[in-house]
């Protein structure tokens, strides 16, 4: 069973970035799609990105393609979130998840993942 825990969260302005750190116990994690889903108050959970289990394929939603990249280094159980050009619009909690499924672009619903973080709050000042 896989244990994830995220980090990296906080406080930036537009315009800024941080890069959100999910680290996974287990000895199963590279065999594991790893996703992003994010929340704001008041909203839907929704897709991010998701990234295969070897890295080469990832997918992204149409609200942060080109600005947010996925990635993972199955070394060190971990699969990363780099934010750029962050939009006010980008505030939420950020929650990495697991899903033993592959192909990349249909996972993109939050009942395909089976593991999950705790999530890390993002908050983008306008």
């Known amino acids: 069973q896989v244990q994830m825990v995220e980090s990296g969260g906080g406080l930036v302005q537009a315009g800024g970035s941080l890069r959100l750190s999910c680290a996974a116990s287990?000895?199963?994690?590279?065999?594991?799609?790893m996703g992003w889903f994010r929340q704001a108050p008041g909203k839907e959970r929704e897709f991010v990105a998701v990234?295969?289990?070897?890295?080469?394929?990832?997918y992204y939603a149409d609200s942060v393609k080109g600005r947010f990249t996925i990635s993972r280094d199955n070394a060190k159980n971990t699969v990363y979130l780099q934010m750029n050009s962050l939009k006010f619009e980008d505030t939420a909690v950020y929650y990495c998840?697991?899903?033993?499924?592959?192909?990349?672009?249909?996972?993109?619903?939050?009942?395909?993942?089976?593991?999950w973080g705790q999530g890390t709050q993002v908050t983008v000042s306008s």
């Open positions: 990234i295969s289990w070897s890295g080469g394929v990832t």
């Open positions: 287990g000895r199963t994690f590279s065999s594991y799609s």
């Open positions: 998840a697991a899903t033993p499924y592959s192909g990349s672009v249909s996972l993109i619903k939050s009942y395909q993942y089976h593991i």
